[in-house]
């Protein structure tokens, strides 16, 4: 008689298969902003609702799905039961709280989670599922046109960027360096975050023009604006600011291989001997087996910009060696996120 096999679970394809379902209830809830409205309250489905305008039939349904994802707490049952955030809900998810990181999920609600739905002509053609597909300007063309758009996705890659920068100024040793530029800054966060880590350390966050001012005001109401400056120009058509460490915190993703290498060049030409390049991505493994968020990621740059692509730790070693750079290492910072560091 022939043995049988064990039961295979088909319960992770099926997870998988519906998680668009649990993503877009936790996008909708941050879109309503449902975290922001109950800030530090506990309050019934109906109350919520109403102030919500949520019809009364979504209304158990929506909230209870929050709840058995972890995402809200509820006290009792029934109508009368009342909801509240979780923990980390309080933390990420308030709009009103300093570590709120929905600006992301807005961004990916708003726009990625339909651009997505064309992952089969991306992976056909190689071309941008985005804006570029409907005639329409890309992402970085639309957002430099519009202040505040602008400001809006900065202030949105602002939440998603903060644990792994507070990460780097706490792992990376700086004992050796007086002067750090962060390249692609922002809000100048990475540079906040490293001075308020440092005290020793003079920092620079260099951005396109239309960013500079958006960045002097950050910096000033963190109380930085002695030890963190700023400085405006194209990483493309101008030289990089010199300094002791050059860091491009999802930076170099966004772009080709070309583009990559010559952003690489040009901060080797802007380090002295002993300077150090960081690269700070969702860095995938080596052996692209391991970091889903990092290849998934990949992916996202393809609907984005085609030809643009996130990479291992060993091909930045690869890219690196080949314009001079003599030692390398990778640090993990936080979830699916690495710094790469190049030595010069």
């Known amino acids: 008689m022939q043995a049988t096999s064990p039961q295979l679970d088909p319960g992770p394809i099926l997870q998988t298969a519906f998680s668009f379902w649990s993503s877009k209830v936790l996008l909708t809830a941050v879109e309503l902003d449902v975290f922001t409205k109950l800030a530090d309250r506990r309050i019934t489905g109906a109350e919520l609702g109403a102030e919500l305008d949520l019809h009364p039939r979504a209304i158990s349904d929506f909230f ?74 890309g992402m970085f063309e639309e957002l430099y046109d519009e202040l505040p758009r602008l400001e809006q996705f900065l202030g949105a890659m602002t939440g998603l960027s903060r644990i792994n920068f507070e990460a780097f100024a706490a792992k990376f040793d700086f004992s050796r360096f007086k002067t750090l530029c962060d390249i692609g800054g922002a809000t100048g966060l990475l540079s906040i975050e490293v001075a308020k880590a440092h005290p020793y350390l003079r920092c620079i966050s260099f951005d396109l023009p239309q960013v500079e001012p958006i960045a002097r005001g950050h910096i000033a109401a963190a109380g930085f604006s002695d ?118």
């Open 64 to 137: 209870d799905a929050l709840v058995a994802m972890r995402f809200l707490e509820r006290e009792g049952d029934g109508p009368s039961a009342k909801y509240f955030n979780t923990a980390a809900g309080a933390v990420y998810l308030d709009r009103g709280q300093p570590r709120y990181v929905g600006g992301i999920l807005v961004m990916l609600n708003a726009r990625l989670f339909k651009f997505w739905h064309n992952l089969p002509e991306a992976l056909r053609t190689g071309r941008p599922q985005n804006e570029i597909r409907d005639g329409q300007k």
């Open 227 to 344: 030890r963190v400056g700023t400085a405006s120009g194209d990483f493309f058509k101008d030289p990089l600011p010199k300094a002791d460490i050059i860091t491009m915190g999802m930076i170099l993703h966004d772009w080709n291989l070309e583009r990559k290498m010559h952003l690489i060049r040009a901060a080797y030409d802007a380090l002295p001997a002993g300077g150090a390049l960081v690269a700070i991505e969702a860095l995938i493994d080596d052996a692209r087996r391991e970091n889903v968020f990092g290849l998934l990621m990949s992916l996202n740059m393809l609907i984005e910009f085609g030809d643009a692509f996130d990479y291992s730790g060993a091909d930045f070693r690869k890219w690196c060696e080949e314009v001079g750079f003599t030692r390398f290492e990778v640090i993990h910072l936080a979830g699916a996120s690495s710094a790469a560091i190049a030595y010069k």
